[in-house]
């Protein structure tokens, strides 16, 4: 017998992230020659010394049952991230929750607070599932449409247009996925101003704080001032450490605002295995070489990509701020779904749709920098700029 999905979930698509990855791996299966563009998770390994401190874990016996919140050890050593790298103070054993990926994270985040009939503001273009997950929580997401004319910039002004007595919170993402873009001071205090004056929540993801180019210098919103009593930070180790398989990230906010997601956590995922929380420990408190490594390697990719990209013409690249992509524009006659598929049929390159990312992302693709190696990533540059050039 058929049965019917509930309403809710019928109305949600695959993130256009995983259906990128997921054909990726079909053609690559089939001996076709693939470069992976599309997912943003890095090609690396984990660095061997965190490997190592997940292993001491399982042969320690850390197999069983854990704390919801997450092991003192690890907490402990989050927390004393968050002071050092973040300028933020928090009580470790009340105001972090260990999540099994910041994507469950920022799932409970959502359905901890929102229900039907309210509204979410979300900056686009933006991250594929955020949409998505306060569908699923049966919120409606407003999109606000920032303009790639202006850099993306955020003001007052115009996201102050989008609220109404129906908004309850406002999500970010800083560096943005899949602009790069950076979001200045000025920027996050005209979203705490607007915060403030609607009395909303604030989810802000940081999935890229360690990735910022140039002069730009990543802020974490939850230390303005009023912001911590309003503010719902997610962080994950799946980019600065590539541990995405390994499946650990948090969410940081005051007591009272932690607490009903942890309610969520405790009928959902339960817990986080506590031997991916010592490696977790093991990524804070180790060495940190490979990270300024990483960076300097997508640095010098997002140069010499954007460069080539600007050589066609009809396409506009411009450098982002930080975070692990190109979000190129293109004058082709095609949607960006049309043209991700053109690139995979002739040239064997996987890509990112910008509609995934939003309506404003149409007309766009997104370039993940760190998905293949260094010459694998040049050479499906190149590869998309061929196309691109024929379609002129």
Sequence with gaps: MARTPATRIQRVQPPATLTAGEKARQLAGQGYDVIDLGQSSPHHVTPQHIIDAGIQALNQGLTNISSSRGLPEWRQAMAEKLRTRNGRTVDPDTDILVTPGSKMGLYDAINAY???????????????????????????????????????????????????????????????????????????????????????????????????????????????????????????????????????????????????????????????????????????????????????????????????????????CPLPEGATFLFPRYSADLTSAELADLLVEREGVVVTPGAGFGESGEGHFRIALMRSPAERVLEGVERIARVLETLQ
């Design 114 to 316: 929102i229900e039907r009939g309210d509204e979410v503001l979300v900056l686009e273009p933006t991250w594929v599932s955020f949409r998505q997950q306060v569908e699923m929580a049966e919120g409606t997401p407003v999109a606000v449409p920032l303009s790639e004319e202006e850099e993306y910039y955020i003001s007052y002004e115009q996201l102050k247009e989008y609220v109404t007595p129906q908004t309850r919170m406002i999500i970010i993402n800083n560096p943005n996925n899949p602009t790069g873009r950076v979001y200045t001071l000025e920027e996050l205090e005209a979203v705490a101003r607007v915060a403030q004056e609607h009395d909303l929540l604030v989810v802000c993801d940081e999935t890229y704080e360690y990735f910022t180019y140039d002069s730009s210098s990543h802020l974490t919103i939850a230390t303005l001032d009023g912001m911590a009593e309003r503010t719902l930070t997610s962080y994950t180790f799946t980019k600065a450490y590539s541990m995405a398989g390994w499946r650990l990230g948090c969410i940081v906010a005051q007591s009272d605002l932690l607490e009903p997601l942890l309610k969520v956590q405790e009928q959902t995922a339960s817990f986080v295995s506590p031997f991916v929380q010592m490696a977790g420990v093991a990524a804070l408190q180790g060495p940190q070489g490979h990270v300024a490594r990483w960076r300097e390697d997508c640095n010098e990719l997002r140069i010499r990509s954007a460069d080539r990209l600007y050589q066609v013409p009809g396409v506009h």
